[in-house]
């Protein structure tokens, strides 16, 4: 059975991937590098206008107004070549230098969900989607036996991005012949992209010394330990934290969650505010409980799933915002303080 992708039908991805005359994962390319010069930070006015103006079109007049209106707002010449490339679906707003080729967050205004990509640059061709799960090498995936386990418990199980806001950067890692791999963290989910987490696997897309693509590798899985997030709780009392003012105390290696009140129904979510220290801690992924109440605006939890790899100590810093009609106002920002031994 082949593996589900989020909000992606597998004959239509084959489809895109035969017919269509530009590929979402590809860019034609481009003369010049990408660097932050073509990172656009755009006003709240920017983006309501982009609501206002955009928000009742479709196709390729939905896509050219995004232009027009980063044109009008007065973006750089570079960041309006980089939407371009995107065909007018997104714009640049952080990067991240990697060496022979690049990191690049991109926010999809358009999208009604997962409004955050990864995008590789600086490389041949051009632009490599993360999120093009045309590009992964599923076949290997779908043969590793703790894939064939989960598949047969969930059988609606879906390969969905993971955290894609720029908190956590995919890891590098060097290839022989001056090579370099982009290792890039995708969820294992049931059913949808906002359905209960299984797991995570990660595809390391590899690029030659001088930034030609030559494919993605499956690299790891690994289940969840919040598959079920209540049950995980009842299990696991002690590595459960809500309250900020309690240090984490955990020791190296080990797994824990934090649980936050979240109103996603109201377009609020948490995020975190800051990079991680990873030599002390990593994250795994998140998920979002969907509340019992039937009532409107009721709220669910966020189950931030996180690893502590080193010993010492750091701060989890979680700002809650409204991601909804290209709002990004802060409601709240709180820091978990966390010891590994």
């Keep these: 059975m082949p593996t589900i992708k989020c909000f992606l039908n597998l004959f239509i991805l084959i489809s895109s991937l035969i017919f269509a ?10 003369n010049n590098k990408f660097n932050a010069d073509a990172v656009w930070n755009p006003s709240i006015d920017d983006m309501g206008n982009i609501t206002i ?3 009742l079109l479709k196709g390729e007049d939905l896509y050219s107004c995004l232009i027009s209106e980063m044109q009008s707002a007065n973006a750089s010449d570079r960041a309006i070549e980089f939407t371009k490339l995107l065909d007018g679906r997104g714009y640049m707003k952080a990067f991240k230098p990697s060496g022979t080729v690049d990191i690049a967050v991109v926010y999809y205004p358009f999208n009604k969900e997962n409004h955050d990509g990864y995008v590789i640059v600086n490389c041949s061709p051009a632009l490599v989607d993360a999120d093009n799960y045309g590009l992964l090498n599923l076949d290997e995936l779908e043969k590793e036996s703790g894939y064939i386990q989960l598949e047969n418990k969930y059988p609606r199980i879906s390969l969905c991005a993971g955290d894609r806001t720029g908190a956590n950067y995919p890891l590098i890692d060097n290839l022989p012949n001056n090579g370099e791999r982009i290792i890039v963290n995708y969820a294992l989910r049931d059913g949808c992209n906002s359905c209960e987490l299984i797991g995570y696997v990660e595809f390391g897309f590899d690029f030659d010394s001088t930034g030609n693509f030559l494919g993605t590798e499956f690299l790891t899985l690994k289940k969840s330990v919040v598959l079920d997030s209540v049950a ?25 969650v934090i649980a936050l009140q979240s109103n996603h129904s109201a377009g609020l979510k948490w995020e975190l505010a800051e990079p991680l220290d990873e ?10 409980v969907i509340p019992n109440e039937t009532l409107p605006n009721a709220a669910g939890k966020e189950t931030w799933n996180f690893r502590a790899t080193g010993k010492g100590g750091t701060g989890i810093i979680f700002k809650y915002v409204r991601d909804w009609q290209n709002e990004t106002k802060e409601y709240q920002n709180i820091t978990f303080t966390l010891m590994v031994n």
């Excluded at 002690?238 to 797994?255: A, L, Y």
């Excluded at 801690?281 to 979002?288: A, D, P, Q, Y």
């Design 21 to 30: 005359p530009v590929q979402p994962g590809y860019a034609q390319q481009t």
């Design 232 to 256: 995980f709780e009842n299990r696991n009392p002690n590595n459960v934290f809500s309250d900020p003012s309690q240090t984490i105390v955990i020791s190296q290696g080990d797994e824990f």
């Design 279 to 288: 030599k002390v801690v990593t994250l795994l992924g998140s998920n979002f």
């Design 53 to 55: 103006k955009c928000g």
